[in-house]
């Protein structure tokens, strides 16, 4: 079994899911099509192709719009340099694992995958398949989206996972993301999230400056930061000694050495996960992790609760009082990181979560471990306040009836939308 990971990275994810088939004497690859923002491992570059797709991708980003000629160009250039990559691939490996929505060439090769007999797993990791009415990542990066905007992207969407629905062999998604699926999926936090990082946790005692919080948003609107320095705000004027830590679109060598030197961090504010990257990383250094959001109650009902991950959990208004809890609560707080590495440490090192990868290639992946979109009942998305998510969600409808919201296949779910966005649901 030879096996293709790629094309993107999406916090070490995948690198350490090579990791982990090394681990196990699997012969695998794993190759980007870009440079990663935080300065994760780009896989393998060694290969000529893929030196010569991201090469062609630089100098195509790099390039003005205006320039219409040399981004036409460098388009031209990357093509044989992509169909070059495809070849080499398609002749060497059996299993191609793709990522964050990516593929060679916009899934189109994907029946020429399966004619070759070749094993299609799809990962998804949020933004990548959520619809776009309740992401609020697809928002803080274009804030002037309007309804006709949300109802193209979202349409969009549906057609990708249609294609992927055809013809992958497995997908692999997080049950409070996957609105837009048809397909069964495998639970993503049940797969695991490989990491492979070693960090001392925190000594017991105070520290100079009082307790250290760390928050590193990627976005810092979707990510609640003003209202996390809000919470934050009122905690030092209720007297707490707090030093305060915020850090914001720096490589993750830098994150990984704050985290060794706080006591927690505040992750997000309106997560539709327990414990997604930074969280994790987090976890792996020993230390807790205030998490908030609207669906820990529908996770609980898609998934056993000894297997969702241990974080300080709470909704979004409820943000102050679980910092607050960690900052008086020593023991709590300190017994809370000893939970949550250990948790990771069992379950999602790269060896474990590969593991399970290869058990999904096998087929052996348990019937009941499988989820049904048709069952999905979560409403208020990620990265966006519960009142902003109604509110677009009825501009949606509004602007382009209940179909807009391309769900006509989950009839039951699409009607509990329709009146989320008219105030009736929750």
Not at 19 to 42: K, P
Not at 197 to 202: N, R
Not at 384 to 406: F, T
């Amino acid at each position: 079994m030879r096996i293709f990971a790629g094309l993107a990275e999406v916090c070490g994810y995948y690198g350490n899911l090579k990791r982990g088939f090394d681990e196990l004497g699997v012969e695998s690859v794993f190759v980007t099509q870009d440079d990663h923002r935080f300065g994760y491992a780009g896989g393998d570059t060694n290969n000529l192709f893929v030196r010569w797709v991201k090469y062609t991708r630089r100098r195509r980003a790099s390039t003005s719009s205006r320039r219409l000629l040399p981004r036409a160009v460098w388009v031209a250039l990357e093509v044989p340099a992509r169909v070059l990559l495809f070849i080499w691939a398609v002749t060497k490996f059996d299993v191609f694992i793709f990522g964050l929505g990516t593929s060679f060439f916009g899934f189109r090769e994907f029946p020429l995958l399966k004619l070759m007999r070749k094993q299609i797993i799809c990962v998804f990791h949020g933004s990548d398949e959520r619809p776009a009415y309740i992401d609020g990542g697809v928002l803080a990066a274009s804030p002037g989206l309007g309804a006709d905007d949300l109802i193209r992207i979202t349409r969009a969407q549906k057609c990708r996972l249609r294609k992927v629905e055809q013809y992958a062999d497995a997908i692999v998604s997080h049950p409070l993301s996957a609105q837009l699926h048809r397909r069964e999926i495998v639970p993503y936090l049940w797969m695991g999230l490989a990491y492979h990082i070693t960090a001392p946790c925190a000594a017991p005692g105070s520290r100079p400056g009082g307790v250290r919080i760390l928050h590193a948003p990627s976005e810092p609107e979707a990510k609640g930061t003003p209202h996390i320095r809000r919470a934050i705000e009122n905690l030092l004027a209720k007297g707490y000694s707090i030093d305060f830590v915020e850090i914001t679109d720096r490589p993750n060598a830098e994150v990984l050495d704050e985290l060794a030197r706080c006591d927690f961090v505040v992750d997000e504010m309106w997560s539709d996960s327990p414990m997604a990257g930074f969280a994790a990383e987090a976890a792996f250094s020993g230390k807790p992790a205030v998490v908030g959001g609207y669906g820990w109650e529908h996770l609980l009902g898609s998934m056993p609760a000894d297997e969702i991950p241990p974080s300080q959990l709470c909704h979004p208004d409820a943000i102050e009082a679980a910092i607050e809890q960690l900052i008086v609560d020593e023991v709590y707080r300190l017994e809370l990181g000893r939970r949550a590495r250990e948790f990771v440490e069992t379950n999602w090192t790269p060896r474990k979560v590969a593991e399970r990868y290869l058990r999904l290639i096998e087929g052996s992946v348990p019937a009941k471990r499988f989820c049904q979109p048709d069952d999905i009942r979560y409403l208020q998305g990620c990265g966006i306040s519960e009142q902003r998510a109604r509110e677009l969600v009825r501009r949606v409808v509004e602007q382009g009836g209940p179909g807009a919201l391309q769900l006509g296949d989950k009839p039951e779910l699409e009607q509990v939308f329709i009146e989320f966005g008219q105030g009736d649901a929750r």
